[in-house]
């Protein structure tokens, strides 16, 4: 989810239930029978992540060593528009995980978002995603964990409690990192960050500045051991020569939690 976007477009309602597309200056949308956004993607260049959250989403990146960004697992709770999921598996080309438990959706995804076929390194999951993170089956088997749970509301994440968070948790692998999309500009913020804080400890959470339409990413790591700012800018140069990303920008508004 991004946020609330009127388009002079005219919206273009699919034969799956649940998921609709508008088209706007060369971006296609993803909405769930409202106005809001659950993702976008330029028609003309699809790896491009479009949506400044979703830029953000991947600021995992600086805490994670140069060296190891070679291979991992990617996993993604929420699909939206396909955006982390195309970079992941096709630019970053890690072995890569999505689950998402409205069908329409990945239906959508086939359609008008480029989102291809599973094959050895991705897998895409019709399910839920409270039953997915419970499962031992997947203790520390993930690298990256991206976690963008709206409904056609977009009020409040779906899944937002404790037990939740130690489930993510509980999947990632030693130095794994987690991406949460959450409204930096509402009081759940502060409420869901804590929460996290919780599990994860308050050493292992960071955040980034909001964007314009309010979204801020929290970061939470397990057994992160945190960069200097010396090592984390020459990071910033691998992310922006292998991947195009513009990490420069998140140094500056990257920060421990609470800001």
Request: aromatic share 8%.
């Amino acid at each position: 989810m991004a946020t609330k976007k009127t388009t002079r477009t005219t919206r273009a309602q699919t034969e799956l239930a649940g998921a609709t597309i508008s088209e706007f200056d060369g971006v296609r949308y993803l909405h769930l029978g409202t106005d809001w956004v659950q993702g976008a993607m330029r028609i003309r260049s699809p790896r491009k992540l479009e949506l400044e959250y979703i830029q953000r989403m991947m600021a995992w990146l600086l805490f994670r060593p140069s060296d190891a960004l070679g291979q991992g697992h990617a996993v993604q709770l929420g699909l939206g528009a396909g955006a982390l999921t195309r970079f992941a598996h096709q630019v970053l080309r890690w072995r890569t995980t999505v689950v998402e438990i409205n069908p329409s959706v990945i239906d959508a995804n086939r359609l008008w978002f480029h989102l291809p076929a599973d094959d050895a390194l991705l897998q895409v999951l019709h399910t839920d995603a409270a039953a997915w993170v419970q499962d031992d089956a997947h203790l520390q088997t993930v690298d990256a964990l991206s976690v963008d749970l709206y409904d056609h509301d977009a009020a409040a994440p779906v899944l937002d409690d404790e037990a939740f968070y130690a489930a993510c948790r509980s999947l990632l692998a030693p130095g794994g990192l987690m991406a949460v999309n959450l409204f930096g500009r509402d009081a759940s913020f502060e409420r869901s960050a804590a929460r996290v804080a919780a599990v994860f400890g308050a050493d292992q959470v960071w955040q980034l500045a909001p964007t314009k339409e309010g979204n801020t990413i929290l970061i939470a790591g397990r057994d992160v051991v945190p960069p200097d700012r010396e090592t984390m800018l020459a990071r910033v140069a691998v992310i922006e020569e292998r991947f195009g990303l513009k990490a420069g920008k998140w140094v500056k508004m990257v920060r421990t939690w609470p800001g």
